[in-house]
């Protein structure tokens, strides 16, 4: 069967791709994952940069390595959650920039949320992760 993924963006809404998501993806078949909250650090657990792009690059790149170990990849994304720190809520651009970058065509849903703070207070950004990967059986 496999699975078939659709991104929704009606050009009546606002076009949200040129930000590096879409308004709705809509999947049938396959198996659903569900990635815990992944934040700027390295597997020693060091925050890898002061700034918000270079950890959300980071925590893309947690998303990737987690994904890659079930055998799939960030275009199987199809829901991602920002919470973004309250002192980096206007640093939203290289955010963009870095989903941009990794997700240029069809892009996942996306959620954004500015939070007090993170569990670490270096944390700046924790993405959360859906993905729709071919059942594993």
């Given at each position: 069967m496999g699975i078939h993924?659709?991104?929704?963006?009606?050009?009546?809404?606002?076009d949200t791709v040129k930000y590096g998501f879409s308004q709705a993806v809509m999947v049938r078949g396959g198996c659903c994952v569900y990635l815990s909250g992944q934040v700027g650090i390295d597997a020693e657990e060091r925050v890898v940069g002061p700034d918000i792009g270079t950890q959300a690059e980071a925590a893309l790149d947690n998303i990737a390595i987690i994904l890659e170990s079930l055998g799939g990849d960030l275009s199987q994304?199809?829901?991602l959650q920002l919470n973004v720190a309250e002192f980096a809520r206007y640093?939203?651009?290289?955010?963009?920039?870095?989903l941009c970058k990794h997700?240029?065509?069809?892009?996942?849903?996306t959620s954004w949320t500015i939070v007090c703070g993170l569990a670490e207070p270096e944390w700046l950004i924790e993405i959360v992760a859906e993905a729709v990967l071919e059942d594993l059986q």
């Open positions: 993924r659709e991104v929704i963006n009606p050009p009546a809404v606002a994304i199809v829901r640093e939203q651009e290289s955010v963009t920039q870095v997700f240029p065509i069809d892009p996942p849903a």
